[in-house]
């Protein structure tokens, strides 16, 4: 026992042979209660009742851990009851009366660490793993904040607890820090070691003032101010000790008592006057290369001159940048708790933190002069300064001397290349004339692709009129004989289309424009059907074509069109530079990084000084005998392979043959720019769907969906537009019968059937991939070919935004899924019947009624009449001509034939020639009625040299002879 006046201590033990001793030398708790009765809690020995002057014990809780010997926290309440908590023994009660404890049974057998009191006389306890406990001990109501219920609550092991003035309750834990629990919310408030804590393991807590707590910790001691919730340590006092605080207490006069593992510690709060600690920072050594630097007084070239103490500065050559600074806080007499940090001004803008190592080590630093700011932090968050000076002088060839000598051989370097170039003048212009002949020869190259680019494209036209009619009479024709000879005839056809299909190719590859359609597909099955095509060609010249495939199938990714291209080059080159009776064989092999084919002939042979330039456009060989090209096919080829991040490679000997091969990667993620389709490349039909794209004439043409046109009918012809399938065949049971049907999975492909077949009316949807319905409308609406084709949109889109969207962008009808089919069916024919209105005012048979006209039907009679008068003009400027030429008449007018056919039928349904026809007729009508022309004169005006067929025409189309209306005139 501690006399705080005398400071003398005076000691009771446990005498085995004295019933009134002590119970147990180990001591864990005590309380002196408000009839100066000291309770003495021991470990293991129960409750002890002392009489402070004569040392007479009375014992109680004696026996086991579960009757409460473990005796860990006395506590006197506010009305003088005497409570005890206990280790797995729960609380005891005492009764002062009967001189005995009572069990309370309601909270069963806890660990009880630490007792406390709120202003409403609840009392709070800690727990060891049960959490804090509010216990009223009136009604023996029980609430448990664990941190199952408490959101903040981060441990059930609590170790210490204090009821704040405010009803909060400050608790302390067991590796979790300081809370501060607010019942009210079900929160708690965590305090650690981060936010100024000693320790995160928190053994006792103090009241000192009214927001002034103490708290004892597993290193020290620490402060925590209830109101602003700062944490303050005492650490930073020499005489403070740094151990286990497991208890404390604050006696009356406001002395504060901690008891901790090293000792007691004694301190009034009121003595505790904070000073800022300006502990000042010295440099103490400084290392270069790892060797300490000596003070040098004779040497000018040494770096200290005096010591490092009292240097502001010192400079160190380039070549010792490894040096380092050791310093250090001048704190006595315990050097402590001091956290080290340094910037280098000039260098960094960041301080680093070298905690509490007092060095600086510094390697590889640039020339240049910098700062070295050193800072120390002291325990109690104070913080000292020191910065001193270096220079790291720049090496001889950085030194201003060595660029003034840079300066004078640049000016020399200079002074030498003009007097060269002034005699190599006449040999500069050389090559400039060298270059540009060289650029002619690219740009005369350009204009010859530009050429067949140009032509082709004339062709194809004529040869689709040849193709189409073919494929007519293919069917048609039961001749034997003459079914063959079409059929020769369209091979050829479509080879020569093929032909100009690669020519444009190439033109769009050299123009970067091709870009690849990557999918998954079947490349054994692939080349296997493409070498078959070939048999027929090798049987005929008597080649032994032979391949060699693995077993299993391979599946990669690439472009089946241009993957086919190649393929089709470098075989067909082979057949071509190979006598008959000759060998070709293929070749596939692969592993897991890429594929590799390989085409091998028994031909000609390409000399070895021309091998650089077989890939060349428009290169003919001159070692080998000509043959018919035009030089693309192998630089179409090598395009194609380096798109697929490939390469192609050519092995050649004179007489013996050529071995071609190319190997392509299959990392499908190596082909950024391309456009990628996951289709299912397993499927059976795959290799037969290739016909969109292949002009092979052993390959028939297959889309999802076959049009559904009765030929025998002459019906309307609808496109119908949907990416849905399901969708598509409703529609075209719905239509079936009524109306020649055609069908496109997407709005690209809807634009170009659009174009190619020119329907009478058009059903889309407004979703769809590629393009979309409003753009669909867009495009199709600013073609002159489709500018008449009424389009209805389909959508699941029913506000009024979408709505009025697609009316903006041309559509002449919205309806909003799900739609009646009557509703439909109704407004397709009202669509229809209203363009034919429009048919019969351009034939002048009809009056179009203005309350008949819509804003979309006034802005189609506008078009479509502002089109018209521009054709009837043109065929006015060719008004004597007997037979028009109606090739003419559509360049004249910006279109093809076709589409121009097309057009004319469509919104007069009259053809082409019909419509030259009644303009003609109309003109000299007009010419007749004016008086100045005869019957004759005005037949020959317009192009008619038969008089009497003249009036055969007129008389069809007016419905009267010439001279009657020269008669109605006169009337």
Known sequence: MFNPKTEQVKHYRYDPNKLTSISNDYIISLCEDSKKRLWVGTYQGGLNKMNPETGYCTHYLQGSIEEGSDVRVIFEDSKSQIWVGTNRGGLFMYKDKLDQFEFISSLGKIDIRDITEDDNGLLWLATYGNGILRYNPYNEELVLYTTTNTKGLKSDNILSVLALSTGDILAGTENEGLIRLKPAEELALNFLENNGLSNNTVCNIVMGNENNVWLGTYNGISNYNALTNKLYNLNTYTNIQQGIFRSGLISKSGIVYLGGDKGLNIFNPDNLQRKKERHPIVFRKLEVLGKQVQVSESNENGILDQSILYEDQFSIDHDHTFFSIDYAALKYPFVKNVIYSYRIDGYNDNWINTNQAGKVNLINMPHGNYILNIKAKFGSGDEVMKKIGFKINPPLWQTSLAYIFYLLFLVSLIYGFMRYYSERIKLINSLLFEKKQRQLEYNFSEERIRFFTSFSHELKTPLTLILAPLEDLVSEVKLIKHKNSLKLIQKNAKILLQSINKLLEFRKSNLGLSKLRIEEHNLTDCLEQWVHNYFPLAKTRDIALSYDFPEESLLTWFDLEKMHIIFNNLLSNAFKYTEDKGEIHVSLSYDEESFEIKVKDTGYGIAQNELKHVFERFYQSNSVKSKDGIGIGLALSKNFVELHMGSIHIESELDKGSV????????????????????????????????????????????????????????????????????????????????????????????????????????????????????????????????????????????????????????????????????????????????????????????????????????????????????????????????????????????????????????????????????????????????????????????????????????????????????????
């Open 660 to 971: 071609f091969s190319i190997v392509i990667p299959r990392d499908k993620s190596l082909f950024i720019d391309a456009v990628l389709d996951n289709k299912d490349s397993r499927k059976e039909s795959e290799i037969v769907n290739l016909e969109e794209w292949i002009t092979s004439p052993e390959l028939k043409s297959s889309e999802n969906k076959s049009s559904n046109i009765n030929l025998n009918q002459n019906k309307e012809l609808i496109l119908l537009i949907d990416d849905n399938p399901d969708i598509l065949n409703y529609l075209d049971g719905l239509l079936e019968g009524k109306y020649d049907l055609i069908y496109a999975n997407n709005g690209e492909e809807g634009v170009e059937k659009a174009l190619r077949y020119v329907p009478d009316l058009i059903v889309s949807d407004v979703m769809m991939p590629k393009l979309n319905g409003i753009e669909l409308c867009n495009v199709l609406k600013e073609k002159i070919e489709t500018t008449h084709i009424p389009i209805i949109l389909l959508t699941a889109k029913a506000n009024i935004e979408s709505v009025q969207e697609g009316y903006i962008h041309g559509a002449d009808d919205y309806i909003v899924k799900p739609f009646s089919s009557q509703i439909l069916q109704t407004r397709i024919r009202n669509l229809l019947d209203s363009r034919k209105q429009l048919r019969n005012y351009f034939l002048n048979k009809e009056e179009i009624k203005p309350e008949n006209i819509n804003d979309n039907s006034s802005t189609l009679l506008e078009q479509e009449k502002g089109f018209l008068n521009q054709l009837e003009q043109v065929i006015l400027e060719h008004l004597d001509e007997e037979k028009m030429d109606v090739w003419v008449v559509a360049q004249s007018i910006g279109m093809s034939r076709t589409s121009l056919f097309r057009k004319i039928k469509a919104i007069t349904g009259l053809n082409i020639n019909q419509y030259i026809r009644k303009v003609k007729l109309d003109k000299a009508a007009e010419l007749i009625k004016s008086g100045n022309y005869t019957i004759a004169q005005a037949s020959y005006e317009v192009g008619f040299k038969n008089v009497k067929y003249f009036r055969k025409l007129f008389k069809e189309q007016f419905d009267q002879v010439p001279s009657e209306l020269i008669r109605d005139k006169n009337l």
